[in-house]
């Protein structure tokens, strides 16, 4: 059997698109690159790829991660700017045994060498939205961070193989340089075939404390449900984090296991994600926390179209 599950509804098109992929027997591999790209080349989604909100300097840095849970094999890219997939040169790059994990002006040479394509990435959309944000900054104090939608999928193929990966933009206005959770391997994204995989999205520098991906895929390995396991991650990270320091950011997350069961968890109100496996119909559903449980609910079909009416609406400046 085939299966996978993505974070946020904006991965929808993508997930169809994959599925069919894997319906003709491709491998995961292939369909979550396949994905990942159509939420990258969309330009209205503002988090991830083209399109994706710049950092306080007004520049477009991106984050990008792939696992493959057959060998172990890990790639990513860090705070790249100018390529338009960095989905397709963290997988890349994950064929390699060392220097697999490139930042900044490095990744930009090794993708250029390799043929990658360049973009600029700025849209003329993300830069009213910058300059909307730099104004309400000033009149009401709003921090820079507000909202997530990070892409990550978990992706199991015919053949049993599990990969996941990750793109983002990361935070709105994030300082230069700065990188979240998205990149890092056991933070932003986990696979072993052996057991299943697992990717979040959220607050990164909350969200890797927790090595979040990692600990939902040990968890699942013990015997948890990849429901069992999400919930109860992200349950103890919110506590602990609470405990310490006061307050804990957002952290949402998904998982599925090697026989294609799914898990989601989020301490927030207003998650979503889609699954889609053989046999079924892709779905979108939405996630809310209460009372630190996940409720579950499957979207309507009006609440999908708004979703997207919402991200293509004109910006009021
Ligand atoms: C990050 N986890 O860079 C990402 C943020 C996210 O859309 O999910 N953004 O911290």
């Known amino acids: 059997m085939w299966a996978m599950i993505a974070t946020w509804r904006m991965a929808l098109e993508g997930v169809e698109e994959a599925g ?5 027997g491709k491998g995961s591999g292939e369909a979550i690159e396949h994905a990942i790209r159509c939420v990258e080349d969309f330009p209205f989604f503002k988090s991830v790829g083209y399109g994706g909100l710049p950092n306080e300097e007004m520049v477009v840095e991106l984050d ?5 849970g057959n060998t172990m094999a890990v790639g990513a ?7 338009a997939n960095p989905i397709s040169i963290a997988k890349e790059l994950s064929k390699d045994t060392v220097n697999c994990v490139l930042v900044a ?17 700025l849209t003329d959309r993300a830069k009213q939205l910058y300059r909307k944000r730099v104004k309400e900054i000033k009149e009401r104090e709003l921090k820079p961070y507000d909202g997530h939608d990070t892409v990550g999928e978990v992706v199991l193929d015919c053949t049993g193989r599990i990969v996941a990966g990750t793109s983002t933009s990361g935070l709105f206005m994030k300082r230069a340089g700065r990188i979240g959770d998205s990149p890092i391997v056991g933070g932003g994204f986990y696979a072993d075939s052996e057991v299943g995989g697992a990717t979040a999205t959220g607050l990164g520098e909350d969200l890797m404390k927790g090595c979040i991906s990692y600990e939902i895929v040990r968890k699942m390995k013990e015997g948890l449900t990849p429901q069992e396991a999400c919930q109860k991650t992200v349950n103890e990270l919110d506590a602990k984090l609470k405990k310490s320091r006061g307050l804990a950011g957002d952290l ?20 979503s994600f889609v699954v889609y496996r053989e046999n079924e119909e892709p779905t979108v559903y939405r996630a809310q926390n209460i009372d630190g449980n996940t409720i579950i609910s499957k ?19």
């Open 252 to 271: 949402s997350v998904v998982a599925m296991d090697k026989n294609g069961n799914y898990g989601c968890a989020t301490n927030i109100q207003n998650f």
């Open 299 to 317: 979207a309507t079909q009006e609440w999908i179209d708004e979703y997207i009416r919402e991200r293509m609406a004109p910006i009021q400046e």
């Open 20 to 24: 069919q992929l894997l319906k003709e």
């Open 105 to 121: 002006e490095g990744a930009e040479k090794y993708a250029s060498k390799k043929g990658f394509e360049r973009k600029n990435l």
């Open 77 to 83: 890219v860090a705070g790249i700017k100018d390529f």
């Open 64 to 68: 990008a991660g792939y696992m493959d």
